[in-house]
């Protein structure tokens, strides 16, 4: 049976069974026993691959698909990601050797980032990763690496576009940004690229991220090409890698609803022949982190004590904002929503009832679930967060309380 999460969306990955959550085909009771403990994540591979399948079924052949991995840095995540795209994307040298160590050649890693410093620009360009170049200062200390060492270190620039991705979730470009350089600056920037012991590889512009409305990342994706087209004029070399950014957004709250790719799809297919044209041989990248793994995901923690407080049911869990901030709704939301939660061990169960999820910090921010209808729960039952296999474990504040850490399970 499919998991109906009222008043959310429908899952459309995970299942049930006698009441009973199931995910990679496996009971949520089954996979607590595996993992020894509470709390623990669970990503399914399957889901993974069927997500990176929907994609490539839907979008021009033209166009490569990399992985994002500070969505989720999980090795065994990373490894099996790498068998599925054409390529990994690192913001810290840390994802960099963790892209390495699965396997990933450095021809297929970039790395991009503000404030990289001077020794984790000396191991990047060691490596043989292509650089994503987020200021002149970059520029400078790179060719100085390669004068030095005689190994000329791949860049590419990362363009502070003059427009926004409009109601993104997160900007990350247009207007003043400490990501990338300037669009109006670039020339000056590939001119300096072009008389120094740097290899030029191409153009990055990455405009926002979480956004559902296909219409906006349309207009993105048309700006992006035409940025890079005029800027390739100045370029040193052939543009040979356009990464046009990604920003694809998943549903988490009850109004919202599924990315609709057509017209994305539809956009792509004429902007690969326009990008072919003014940039003969470019590769067109889109670069996506959430879309591909954040529905494969769920946190569970375990219900330790069930209260009641002048009426309303509060079920206070051995899990909270120290594994999940973005499900406690401190991660960038402006108004805090509810994700998808369930009783994974019973869905349905026999009553219903209102109840907020908290956790054992001692602070009111530490809310899984504020006011939802959920089955009846008692001690002992497991809470699960959906839609959190992206921005989960690795962007939560794990040392606040010093309470023990959460397991991860790849199925
Ligand atoms: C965070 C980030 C991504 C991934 O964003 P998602 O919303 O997870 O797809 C991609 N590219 C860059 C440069 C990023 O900083």
């Known amino acids: 049976m499919s998991l109906d999460i009222p008043p959310h969306a429908p899952h459309p990955w995970f299942g049930t069974a006698d009441d009973c959550l199931l995910i990679g085909g496996r009971t949520i009771t089954g996979l607590a026993a595996q993992a020894g403990q509470t709390p623990f994540y669970v990503y399914d591979r399957g889901v993974m691959t069927r997500k990176v399948e929907q994609l490539r079924a839907a979008l021009p052949r033209e166009v490569h698909i990399h992985y994002a991995m500070k969505a989720n840095p999980m090795p065994a995540v990373v490894r ?3 068998g599925l795209v054409d390529g990994l994307d690192v913001a810290s040298v840390g994802e960099m050797q963790v892209a390495l160590d699965a ?12 404030g990289k410093t001077d020794a984790e620009l000396a ?26 060492t005689g190994v000329r270190p791949r860049v590419a620039v990362r363009v502070n576009p003059d427009f926004e991705l ?39 512009i990455f405009s926002g991220s979480q956004n559902l409305r296909a219409d906006a990342i349309v207009e993105a994706q048309q700006k992006s090409v035409a940025l890079a087209a005029r800027l390739a004029r100045h370029a040193p ?6 990464n046009i950014g990604g920003g694809f957004g998943i549903p988490y709250f009850p109004e919202e609803r ?8 539809a956009n792509l297919r004429e902007l690969v022949p326009q990008a072919a044209q003014a940039m003969p041989g470019a590769q067109l990248v889109l670069e996506l982190g ?34 999940h901030l973005a499900a406690s709704g401190n991660f960038g939301q402006v108004i805090r929503k509810n994700y998808p939660v369930v009783i994974g061990n019973r869905i349905q169960g026999e009553a219903r009832e ?27 039952d497991l809470v699960v967060v959906l839609q959190s296999g992206a921005y989960g474990l690795s962007s939560s504040p794990r040392a606040f309380l010093s309470h023990p850490p959460a397991v991860e399970l790849l199925v």
Do not use: W
């Open 80 to 82: 099996h990601m790498l």
């Open 103 to 114: 396997g990933a050649s450095s021809s297929l890693v970039s790395f991009a980032g503000p």
């Open 123 to 148: 191991r990047a360009a060691a490596a043989g990763i292509t650089v994503n170049i987020e200021s002149e200062r970059e520029i400078r200390v790179l060719a100085a690496i390669g004068a030095r």
């Open 166 to 204: 409009k109601t993104s979730g997160m900007k990350m470009g247009g207007g003043p940004k400490q990501f990338g350089i300037d669009a109006e600056r670039v020339p000056e920037a590939l001119e300096s690229i072009g008389t120094s012991p740097l290899e030029f590889q191409g153009f990055h």
């Open 237 to 242: 070399g052939p543009v040979r890698t356009l």
């Open 258 to 265: 599924p990315l609709d790719l057509a017209p994305i799809a």
């Open 290 to 323: 959430r879309y591909l793994v954040g529905e494969s995901g769920a946190y569970v923690c375990r219900v330790i004590d069930r209260k009641i407080s002048r009426g309303q049911v509060f079920l206070v869990c051995d899990g909270g904002l120290h594994h």
């Open 354 to 380: 209102t109840a907020s999820v908290v956790g054992p910090l001692c602070t009111p921010l530490d809310l899984l679930a504020d006011r939802m209808n959920l089955a009846r729960a008692s001690e002992g």
